[in-house]
T-cell receptor, first 112, second 118 residues
């Protein structure tokens, strides 16, 4: 089946730094990718929709200046958490739309 | 707006028994899709089964079946002959009727933590 990868799988950073997370569709082209956030023991919450070649669409309450999304090609979307703070610590999961919506393995971000 | 409700935070089931995980939904869209995902402790989201709102028959995928009752707005997941490896979080989700999803992401329920006991 189709595979979506994420890199890195986990990252620890200091407060105030920026972190970039990559989401790749490995064997299919994805015009649309989605970014979700999952806090411990909670559900996945859609953060934004990433469209190739155009601006991302953010869900209500998600700061677009803090969570920068770039979808530069049909196989790659990146999420940059700018000036990360401890409250941004979470599990970030991307998905890519193909025959089904395939999810990446997730990135665990810990901000100290 | 779409809403998914999973009322069972956790369940304990004996191995080899069948288990039903509840899911109810609310939407004003006549066209929608319902999904179930499994999330083991590793965190990956594993697609299990899909049901379109216009599908006449309940979806089945191996040991998984979806009990779709449209009038009641419920989409319960049934796992037959449970196995120890079924222990995980299970999420019900709603999205566009296209199985791969349309331009919109999925709305997830809070999940059910299923533990299979030997």
């Amino acid at each position: 089946g189709a595979v979506v990868s994420q890199h890195p799988s986990w990252v620890i950073c200091k407060s105030g730094t920026s972190v970039k997370i990559e989401c790749r569709s490995l064997d299919f082209q994805a015009t649309t990718m989605f970014w979700y956030r999952q806090f411990p023991k909670q559900s996945l919450m859609l953060m934004a929709t990433s469209n190739e070649g155009s601006k991302a669409t953010y869900e209500q309450g998600v700061e677009k200046d803090k969570f920068l999304i770039n979808h530069a090609s049909l196989t790659l979307s990146t999420l940059t958490v700018t000036s990360a703070h401890p409250e941004d610590s979470s599990f970030y999961i991307c998905s890519a739309r193909g025959v089904e919506q395939f999810f990446g393995p997730g990135t665990r971000l810990t901000v100290l | 707006a779409q809403k998914i409700t999973q009322t069972q935070p956790g369940m304990f089931v004996q191995e080899k028994e069948a288990v039903t995980l509840d899911c109810t939904y609310d939407t004003s869209d006549p066209s929608y899709g319902l999904f179930w995902y499994k999330q083991p402790s590793s965190g990956e989201m594993i697609f299990l089964i899909y049901q379109g709102s216009y599908d006449q028959q309940n979806a089945t995928e191996g040991r998984y079946s979806l009990n779709f009752q449209k009038a009641r707005k419920s989409a319960n997941l049934v796992i037959s002959a449970s196995q120890l490896g079924d222990s995980a979080m299970y999420f019900c989700a709603m999205g566009p009727r296209v199985r791969g999803g349309g331009a919109d992401g999925l709305t997830f329920g809070k999940g059910t933590h299923l533990i299979i006991q030997p």
